[in-house]
């Protein structure tokens, strides 16, 4: 169970995961003018974990050592009846595998369509996801 507390310093988001902790925001750093979208960044990040995660589980789950997943999330916003929306959320990921497991990630990739996350929010908004492999450099 996450806690949330705001004070006029900041705000912590206590997220109750040994992994995570705590969540700080420090309003002496930022200005009024930049202190909004915190809950868009939670969400990107949050779908962004999850999907990634699901994918990571289903090469392990197929033998794979994987190099690196790496990804970007955004929201796309719209004014609906003079109230801001989040309308879509879009994720790009690339996985880095071996040439001996391109294969498995296509497979894997075919098979991800979401997470519990991005499935859930699909109810209510358009989530769109681009995977691909990377290859690895060096």
């Given at each position: 169970?996450?806690?949330?507390e705001?004070?006029?310093e900041?705000f912590?988001?206590?997220t109750?995961?040994?992994l995570?902790?705590d969540?700080?925001?420090?309003?002496s750093t930022v200005?009024?003018?930049?202190r909004r979208?915190?809950?868009?960044?939670?969400l990107?990040a949050?779908c962004l974990?999850?999907?990634c995660?699901?994918l990571?589980?289903?090469l392990?789950?197929?033998?794979?050592e994987?190099?690196?997943?790496?990804g970007?999330?955004?929201?796309?916003?719209v004014?609906?009846k003079?109230?801001?929306w989040?309308d879509c959320?879009?994720?790009?990921?690339?996985?880095?595998?071996?040439?001996?497991?391109a294969?498995?990630?296509e497979?894997?990739?075919?098979?991800?369509k979401g997470?519990?996350v991005?499935?859930?929010?699909?109810?209510?908004?358009?989530?769109v996801?681009r995977?691909?492999?990377?290859?690895?450099?060096g």
């Open positions: 169970m996450a806690e949330y705001q004070t006029a900041g912590v988001i206590r109750g995961h040994p995570l902790g969540i700080r925001a420090d309003f200005g009024p003018d930049r979208g915190t809950a868009s960044a939670l990107e949050s974990n999850c999907w995660g699901t990571s589980t289903a392990l789950a197929r033998g794979v994987k190099h690196r997943i790496v970007s999330a955004r929201v796309v916003r004014q609906k003079d109230l801001s989040l959320i879009e994720l790009d990921v690339k996985a880095e595998v071996d040439d001996e497991d294969e498995v990630l497979e894997c990739l075919a098979v991800v997470c519990m991005t499935r859930s929010i699909a109810e209510g908004m358009e989530v996801i995977a691909e492999r990377a290859v690895a450099e």
